[in-house]
């Protein structure tokens, strides 16, 4: 009795393990969401390039920013977009020609959903989705 | 204009709030397991009741036993029970979204060593009544322990940043009791200090993973690079890997002065595993294994209780009922038990009262639980172990930082590694050490320090998948507006 006791905890820990090892598995490949540069005069990046977003991901033109946007009226550091509780903000960090979201533009953090258009620079940036 | 002033200032109270805010979460699955623990443990003691009652009607015609299984067993249990449910409303209260399967698990394994433990004959050890109550004390000491550090560990700074100190502090502890034990009588000191009395090994192979993970965390990288080459191997700049291996060396020394081969091997395998697990340089194990075989060479040859070790374990039978008397009556009560054993209380018959085997209580508990529950029960134990290190790997592959990662995987592992060789040597698989079994042996020092390891892993598996709170809900309605007027 007490060994099928013994089992019967087992066989709940393993089937436990095997639920978290599972979801674990579909985890990692979840993105938080993916930006899609619509419009790039300076071809660089490319139109329709899309780039994976991590939690944090500041842009410029600096190439130490996560996304590296290669035009002049870019700033070397110019925004970044936060991924905060459950919802995406982009902050504008001091750049000269401002950070706009719809067209109009953000002062400090503002809020985006999916489907706002960021436009940094002459670069306009759609956050999307990420594919399941 | 005042916006992001404005939501600094949110950020931040909203994180000291998270911090001090504690909404319960509910621990279903937990529960659910502590049930199942419950209900076998109880079944286990009615199990063993029936069973003593039984033999003692069988021998002694029909008057009841006047040993502990049938007076107060049952209390002793309840006590446990009630306490691991306890700890589970704590962490409920707390609301951390932590491991669920660990206290559980940590729970059996503490529930089949107090029923070995209230079976046992009671003055075989302890300082507070008899051996099943100072087993109870310590294990009702260790759940608080337990609950201690998975609700108040949010922060492992305290760690990280001090592994010198932790490491001077291990040693310091080593060193001082050694001093101590010398001077005072066995039995002064270990009322003086207490539980660290006992066996300061076992606090000191928390603190060597909490070093070694602080230590590997730092300097992986340089570890990893190859600039010196020793024959075919390629080793990493020699001043980085120096403290390592002096913290090793010291640890070993010790251990070896104090003739504590368990523990010197428990901290060799676990340093071995963490550089693995850390660099993922399969030269290392190579190395480190060749070096093992060396010492344990030259071990041999230069100390005599090593010798002896090694001579029993080779043939016991050489000397039955002198230096291989303990071993053989272990493989003797493995092969009682067969494939589902003799039962609950029905093993080990006892020799002029005393059990056959002297340190069953501490060395050699997964004997008596190999007769008792047979080839089956043993493996549902170390399935629990098992259970233990794949609980404390998983956590480390989800850990946020490598620090994290490679505690959470040395704190399971020295369980693991620790289960394995005392397991090993009463199977004569290896050569018999002195240590205990994790969670299931008598002993203070030992209860403590693993369960200062299960605290850990659960304060360490809470989950952050959102590292930043919301810097602010704006209402739908006004972040409408805000868009319509901007």
């Not at chain 1, 619509?38 to 410029?60: N, Q, R, V, W, Y």
């Not at chain 2, 009841?64 to 704590?90: N, S």
């Not at chain 2, 504590?260 to 395998?269: I, N, P, Q, S, V």
């Not at chain 2, 004569?428 to 008598?442: A, E, Q």
Request: no cysteine.
């Amino acid at each position: 009795m007490f060994l099928a006791m013994l089992y019967a905890f087992l066989w709940l820990v393993v089937r436990a393990l095997v639920r978290d090892l599972r979801s674990a598995a579909r985890e990692p490949t979840i993105e938080l969401g993916r930006l899609v540069v619509t419009a790039s005069p300076s071809g660089e990046p490319a139109p329709g390039t899309a780039f994976a977003l991590d939690a944090i991901t500041s842009l410029g033109r600096d190439v130490n920013n996560s996304i590296v946007l290669d035009d002049e009226f870019v700033s070397t550091t110019h925004a970044a977009l936060t991924y905060r509780g459950r919802a995406w903000y982009v902050e504008d960090l001091g750049s000269t020609n401002g950070t706009f979201v719809n067209g109009s533009q953000v002062d400090g953090l503002s809020p985006l959903a999916f489907g706002d258009e960021v436009q940094i620079g002459q670069v306009r940036l759609r956050l999307e989705r990420a594919r399941a | 204009m005042t916006a992001a002033p404005a939501a600094g200032g949110m950020r931040a109270t909203g994180r000291e709030g998270a911090r001090f805010r504690v909404t319960p979460r509910l621990r279903g699955r937990e529960l659910l397991l502590l049930s199942v623990v419950a209900v076998a443990l109880v079944l286990g003691s009615v199990s063993l009741g029936a069973t003593r009652l039984l033999r003692s009607a069988l021998l002694n015609g029909g008057s009841p036993p006047d040993d502990l299984v049938v007076l107060a067993g049952q209390g002793l249990l309840t006590i446990y029970i009630v306490a691991l449910f306890l700890v589970h409303a704590a962490l409920v209260l707390a609301g951390r979204r932590t491991d669920q399967i660990l206290l559980p698990t940590m729970g059996l394994l503490g529930g089949i060593g107090l029923l070995l433990m209230i079976r046992l004959p009671q003055d075989l050890a302890g300082r507070f009544g008899g051996l099943a109550q100072t087993q109870l004390l310590w294990l009702v000491i260790g759940l608080t322990i337990v609950t201690v550090l998975a609700v108040a560990v949010r922060n492992d700074v305290w760690l990280r940043r001090y592994k010198y100190t932790w490491a001077a502090v291990g040693v310091g502890l080593l060193l001082l009791t050694f001093v101590l034990g010398r001077d005072i009588n066995g039995a002064r000191l270990s009322v003086t200090i207490g539980p660290f009395s006992g066996q300061p090994s076992e606090l000191l192979k928390v603190i060597l993973v909490v070093f070694l993970a602080g230590y590997l965390s730092e300097n992986r990288p340089l570890l990893v690079e190859e600039s010196t080459k020793v024959g075919p191997f390629r080793l990493p700049p020699l001043p980085y890997l120096a403290p390592m291996v002096a913290m090793w060396a010291i640890a070993l020394g010790i251990v070896i002065v104090q003739r504590d081969l368990g523990a010197a091997l428990l901290f060799f395998a676990v340093f071995l595993l963490l550089l693995y697990v850390s660099t993922a340089r399969f030269s290392f194990v190579v190395l480190g294994l060749a070096a093992f075989v060396l010492g344990a060479g030259l071990l041999y040859f230069v100390f005599d209780h090593v010798r002896t070790r090694i001579d029993i374990w080779v043939d016991p039978f050489a000397d039955p009922s002198g230096a291989g008397y303990q071993v053989v009556q272990a493989l003797h009560a493995f092969a009682r038990g067969g494939l589902i054993g003799t039962g609950l209380g029905a093993g080990l018959p006892s020799v002029g009262g005393q059990p056959p085997i002297p340190a069953l209580h501490t060395d050699f508990p997964f004997a008596a639980l190999g007769e008792e529950l047979g080839l089956v029960g043993i493996l549902a134990v170390l399935g629990l172990y098992l259970v233990l290190v794949q609980r404390g790997l998983r956590i480390a592959s989800a850990a946020q930082d490598e620090f994290r990662a490679i505690l959470a995987a040395g704190l399971s592992l020295v369980i693991g590694v620790q289960a394995f060789i005392i397991a090993a040597g009463n199977l004569k698989l290896i050569p018999l050490t002195g240590i205990t079994l994790p969670f299931v042996s008598y002993g203070g020092s030992s209860l403590l320090a693993n369960a200062v390891i299960v605290g850990l892993l659960i304060a360490l598996s809470e989950r952050t998948r959102e590292p930043l709170p919301p810097p602010r809900r704006p209402g739908r309605i006004r972040r409408l507006l805000d868009r319509g007027a901007a």
